[in-house]
């Protein structure tokens, strides 16, 4: 029996699960899961980039039937 389901994980910068929900649910997403974590970014990577790196994070997981998941994919790439 195939699987007609798979899971999604979204790492974003703590503040940004909600716009995720807004674009998963614009593409029939009905529900997630935010889970709070922390960045290790190495030290070096923000002065080489010359960027800030925000080590608080949020994970997105988020159970998509496969027959919208590259429509979600697509949306969350172009949106966040």
Do not use: W
Request: hydrophobic share 45%; glycine share 8%; aromatic share 6%.
């Amino acid at each position: 029996m195939e699987n007609k389901f798979e899971v999604v994980f979204c790492i974003v910068n703590s503040g940004f699960s909600e716009k995720v929900m807004e674009v998963a649910r614009a593409v029939g997403v009905t529900g997630g899961t935010v889970i709070s974590a922390s960045g290790t970014a190495n030290p070096q990577a923000e002065k080489i980039f010359g960027i800030s790196i925000s080590p608080e994070k949020e994970i997105v997981m988020i159970v998509v039937d496969k027959k919208i998941k590259d429509e979600l994919l697509h949306a969350l790439y172009n949106a966040v």
